[in-house]
């Protein structure tokens, strides 16, 4: 895989843009069209890029994409990849062409990126309340009837403000909603089954609107102590199904499907196995996971965590980390520290600093694995601080290439406006483009 | 000043592009120019906007630029910003208007971007490692005649990389470069004065280059500890004082003046006193301060940091906050906790979480000042959570606004492609740019 599938969506507009110089990681002294970037011919070992600069290695984005879709298909759940993760069309159209049943997104103006490159079924997984947010809502529901939207609702005044919304828009369809059930502590969400039923029924009843399934996320759950998650997890999520179970038994929803929903990146195992083999409903049952992290993984927080969940579904192919960003070596003003052009702005800081995988002097051979001796101490806003063994000092020198993993692929797909793709050479093949 | 001066930057292009629906905080449902957007009658007050928004206060920008061309003024010291901190041109524009010597900036892509809209002089307050930026900085040299880039060096090995690529490059002028003095366990620069002395020679008689001054970074000195902070600043300038010394002594300077280049956002009243009444040396002395956070501020960190320095200088006018991030209720599960549909993709959270400065019911009326007893606990990727006293949970409801400060502008600036520029009354008057 050389380019991304792009799934049907409208990205020649992104191919075909002139791409001024001053793009992060683009070695441009003029502007240049961004389907070029594949035919330049550079090698990132080369250090033929600007640096730093974030790449993701499209070999792996294809592994776990297929990885992915067999276990989709092994546990019969569909997946809605959450959007908000890469932000990126391309990355959406490749999960698209990847068999995903839509995108999931966090907020109305991620809503509208995916819209305007032609992505056809969103699921909002969030309270939909500010006006000017639902205004823009529902103007792509009324602009185009083959885009199909469904958005939360965890409280009465939230159904109100969305019923009123929707019949002064003279919207001619009704706007489907999921009824957000919570955690004590946690985030948003009904507290408790008798909060969630009072809003199940106030959608039923509400004119526009139509309860289109329940739910959750679990993700908030993840703590240290795994077996202790494992067992909230499974707490919630029959929760969930017995919610599915009551509405139901009322009648209250009158959609084609119930939709029920879960699933990040961490138990979604536990989310497919949870939500299978339900009783036959008044409708079909279809279990959307929404994980986001999937597709790039990393080299810390989930590469963890998706491994323990590789270990319980038995396998040993699991998901692997795609991006990595690589910076130069700016200064080598002590033995044992090395300064890099990479900091806050570049790599995700919030779970854990960057991991340094590998030093490389530009030019041909391969990079050089880094030990355990070898970390990222402190980031500032454009600078690392990269700690090395004292036997080591010899090593690394300035103008050497320093490739890191990260942990949490969200913070630091929202650090970089355009990504590389590369061959398992670390050769140039493309870019995709993020809006954050 | 309802819009920014623009210093003679190329703005038009920015003013007249087309925003397309998506843009984070705009409400939009069609495409907009964006000179247009003063003139919607939007008011952030009246929820008018998407939210999360980001806000900019214009008579608040207004205030910290005067106070700080006044500071110069008092203290004989010209200002290049840090650049970094916004990544704004028409930010750029409003400080080069009110007298800013140039803009610093930290990477070669932040110098492409400031050139693009026509900034002459930028200090690249880093060193300058990587060939294809180098090759990009040398072609702006060799394009635009009077275009001016100072960079800095702390090693011989980047002396050599950077006169062999002037050479190479055939560059007609030399390329100006500062030594980078540096701290024992801190970021880049020389560890000792013999070291820098060694990097300046080597500067001195390398083809192509010219040494233009010293560098250091006092910024990396803030602890806790003021009181040993201010001697450990003292005792840094002294040294990069002799270090101009002993240069100049050598004859190592030949250009038409020495650049003597300190000062983060903390401790910018103790680098002026220090670079002041330096005695005759053989061509003048520019003490050019480089404080990127002076222009915003913030309603953490470097407020504090401010008000010390104001006390120090004996005056009561101090630098204010200039940015909030504004966002909506959409969830209030709990009596003492609602739901903020603001994450760490809006607002900092490097240095500490936002603040909860204002509630406010959309429409007419002032906002409502928060007491202690609300603060933000955390955020998640795309949400935070406020928690409320007690006694207040009668207060806030799902669709009320929650006016935000940040602590570090630098990491919320770097969320946001587009913030809007507000008046007192949060009527928005026009929109600012970024490029990360």
Known sequence: MTTLPDGGLALSPLEEQLLPPGVKGLPL????????????????????????????????????????????????????????????????????ANGAWGITLASATQVQVAARFGVRRVLLANELV????????????RDDPAFELIALADSLEGVVRLAEAVTAAGLRRPLPLLVELGLAGKRAGCRTPDEAMAVARAIASAPGLQLAGIEGYEGLLVSADRDADIDRVDAFLRQMVELVRQCDGEALFTGPRIVLSAGGSAYFDLVARGFAGLPALSRPVLP??????Y??????HYLELTRELDAREGRGDGL?????????????????????????RDASHDIGLP??????????????????????????????????????AGELAVGDLVGCGISHPCTTFDKWPLLLLVDEAYRVTGAVNTFF
Not at 295 to 300: F, K, S
Request: charged share 15%; aromatic share 6%.
């Open 295 to 300: 597709l790039t993984n990393d080299h810390g």
């Open 355 to 392: 991991r340094a995988l590998v030093r490389h002097r530009p030019g041909p051979g391969r990079p050089v694995a880094l030990d355990e001796g070898w970390g990222i101490e402190k980031m500032n806003d454009q600078h690392a601080y990269l700690r090395l063994p004292e036997t080591a």
């Open 29 to 96: 002294t003029a502007p240049l069209r961004q389907h070029m970037i594949g035919l330049q011919g550079w090698n990132v070992l080369h250090a033929d890029t600007s640096f730093p600069v974030a790449l993701l290695k499209t070999a792996v984005l294809r592994h776990n994409l297929d990885w992915m879709r067999a276990f989709c298909q092994r546990h019969g759940a569909v997946l809605a990849p959450h959007g908000k993760t890469t932000m990126s069309p391309q990355l959406f159209g490749a999960q698209l």
């Open 130 to 141: 500010a006006p000017a947010d639902i205004r823009a809502m529902l103007h792509l529901l």
């Open 288 to 293: 959307v996971l929404r994980s986001g992290c």
């Open 320 to 344: 692997q980390p795609a991006l990595e960003v690589w910076s130069m070596v700016l200064s080598r003003p002590e033995p044992t520290l090395a300064i890099l052009g990479m900091g806050k």
